[in-house]
């Protein structure tokens, strides 16, 4: 979490930009990688993100903290977002035809494997179910606790647990039949 | 199960390109001008005025972007939702295209088990319209009717 | 600024345009075009009296057994294509999940039959014998072939809608970021289009609507006929003594239909066509501003 994200967020719901924008640099990141993931798609990524901080920006004055944390909230849209877009079913462009690390924006001290590894990784998250996709993105590539995962996907954090259990094997299974 | 969650981790390399974050901020925070309430006077400092001059240069920006339209953009614009209703209309066509061709497949399998000719066959008739010839004289009338009868 | 100004341009210009793939290409188009010519020329040897019996016969027959091909052929070509159509659909709704495999399985074994009557043709030498495959295979697409594969060309065609909505939907949101910049640099008054882009949202709303009633719709259908189907079955299994009958493909007596996904299909394009005219509309009057 943001040093002094309370502040920020009481100051952006007063309608401070700059607040918001602190906010947007903090989250940005996370959102993205979360919508990215899950869309396989890097403009429609860049869209959705768009749109959830736009959305987010427009109704912070309804965002109540109270036991709900901020980035949760966002997750949330982000979610409900994905949801439309596949609602929409747009032809799903895979990672193969839309490489997630284009080669100048890898580590140079990064072994090129790794790199490929890692899509491998991705393109196996993206096969799995929506929510198991959508705890193992917030729980491992964000970082977010059992708390925060459980009150954006709305479930209780054992039901969390148990997706993320379920989730890690199905992963394990992917990754080796990929080899 | 480590390495999985190791190799998780490497996810986070996943960045958004640095000219769309940059955009997207400037997108986002110019999309509702922040009228000045009894907070602005609260709060008077350094965070307001990097707010108001990051509005000063947005608005400057903004005006000087718009000022770069061209008819040329907005005709592009033009060409390309006109395609798009074109993909509309292509749609609306192929609807029903299927039981347009379901009926023709029907009506081929019917001739092809039936016997006897189809008399409303367009060949057929097209052929029987050329060798009518129409004359006054009555006596042809039901030679012209049994033709187009039988 | 250059970037700025690039991407303002480029936010009307670039937008993803949606090229639905046609559900029926080139190919079964020339296909049909083809029966009807053999349909034609058929017609055109019965009817023919300037020929003796005998050699009208062998002409006749040989013109039945050509329109039955090619029937078989468009058959199959238009199996072809709805097969490649459906492996493309992806999506993670279970119910559409199960529509597809389901179909799937169905147009495997539509291909087999059609593919078994397809060896048999040629080797036919009689005129009752081509008669009687022809008839045989109208009444296999009338039980339930026809209305299978219009089930399915539907929902075909009804993702492709999706495809074309999403494409309004974007378009609207750039043209609403672009019209709010135009206001924001007063050179439109503020709301001055607020109106018309109102509507258009709305007729886009509408389209989403009609678009998801009428994929409900087939869904629904294909689920009851799912459950009678396997009732059917159960209580053949439960009655072995009767006499089994074929497995039809009688449509169960469901509700009375209230919606027909082809005419919902077809409102939600008429929908969709009117936000388009709209987006024209604003696009000329924004021309006429900035000359």
Not at chain 2, 38 to 49: A, E, H, Q
Not at chain 2, 80 to 92: A, H, K, V, W
Not at chain 2, 102 to 110: E, G, H, I, N, P
Request: a negative charge.
């Amino acid at each position: 979490m943001l040093e002094d994200e309370r502040n920020l967020i009481i100051r952006a719901k007063g309608g401070e930009a700059e607040a918001f924008g602190l906010l947007y640099d903090e989250y940005l990141p996370k959102i993205y990688r979360f919508v990215l993931l899950k869309t396989g798609h890097r403009e429609e990524a860049e869209d959705l993100t768009h749109q959830v901080f736009l959305q987010a920006w427009r109704n912070i004055r309804n965002y109540d903290d109270r036991g709900y944390p901020f980035s949760s909230w966002l997750y949330r849209i982000a979610k409900n977002l994905v949801v439309d877009y596949y609602r929409r079913l747009r032809p799903n462009v895979s990672l193969e035809d839309c490489r997630v690390f284009p080669a100048d924006e890898v580590d140079p001290e990064t072994d090129l494997d790794l790199s490929r590894e890692t899509e491998k990784l991705a393109r196996a998250v993206g096969k799995l179910r929506d929510t198991e996709q959508t705890v193992i993105i917030m729980r491992f590539v964000d970082e977010l606790s059992i708390k925060e995962t459980a009150a954006a996907i709305e479930k209780s954090e054992g039901a969390v647990k148990l997706i993320q259990h379920r989730a890690i094997q199905k992963l394990k299974k992917l990754m080796t039949e990929e080899k | 199960m480590k390495q999985i969650e190791s190799q998780l981790k490497n996810l986070r390399k996943i960045r958004p390109d640095k000219g769309f974050a940059l955009m997207c901020r400037e997108d986002l925070l110019s999309s509702t001008v922040v009228k000045p309430g009894i907070d602005l006077w609260r709060n008077l400092g350094l965070s307001l005025s990097l707010a108001l001059t990051a509005m000063l240069i947005v608005f400057v920006a903004q005006n000087a972007a718009v000022s770069s339209y061209s008819i040329a953009s907005l005709e592009k614009f033009e060409e390309e939702t006109t395609l798009s209703r074109d993909q509309i209309n292509i749609t609306l066509a192929e609807i029903n295209y299927h039981s347009d061709l379901a009926s023709k497949t029907s009506m081929a399998l019917s001739e092809a088990a039936a016997e006897g000719p189809s008399h409303l066959n367009q060949n057929l008739l097209m052929k029987e319209a050329e060798s009518l010839k129409i004359d006054s004289a009555p006596d042809n009338v039901d030679i012209l009717l049994d033709q187009v009868i039988l | 600024m250059k970037k700025t100004n690039f991407l303002i341009a480029s936010g009307l210009v670039s937008l993803i345009v949606f090229f639905p793939k046609p559900v029926f290409g080139a190919e079964i188009k020339a296909n049909a075009e083809n029966l009807t010519t053999s349909v034609n020329q058929l017609i055109e040897v019965k009817d023919d009296k300037s020929m003796s019996d005998p050699e009208r016969l062998a002409k006749e027959l040989e013109a039945r057994k050509q329109v039955v091909k090619d029937a078989l052929s468009l058959s199959l070509k238009e199996i072809s294509s709805l097969e490649t159509s459906l492996k493309a659909l992806k999506t993670k709704d279970e119910r559409v999940l199960d529509f597809q495999s389901s179909s799937l399985e169905y147009l495997e074994s539509a291909k087999t039959f059609y593919e078994e009557q397809s060896d048999v043709v040629d080797k036919l030498a009689s005129m009752d014998e081509v008669k009687a495959l022809a008839q045989k295979i109208k009444d296999y697409r009338d039980a339930g072939y026809n209305k299978k594969i219009e089930r399915v060309t539907n929902f075909l065609l009804l993702n492709q809608i999706d495809g074309l909505i999403a494409t309004a939907e974007t378009r609207w949101q750039k043209i609403d970021s672009d019209l709010k910049k135009l206001e924001r640099g007063a050179f439109v008054s503020p709301g001055y289009f607020d109106a018309n882009m109102q509507k258009a949202k709305k007729y886009i709303s509408d389209a989403t609507n009609l678009g998801a009633d009428a994929k409900e719709q087939i869904l629904k259908e294909f689920e009851a006929e799912k459950i009678s189907a396997e009732e059917k079955l159960s209580l053949t299994a439960a009655s072995p003594s009767e006499d089994k009958a074929q497995v039809q493909d009688n449509t169960p007596e469901i509700a009375p239909k209230v919606v027909n996904p082809k005419e919902l299909a077809e409102a939600s394009l008429t929908n969709l066509k009117s936000s388009y005219d709209i987006f024209l509309k604003i696009s000329q009057s924004v021309k006429k501003i900035l000359q």
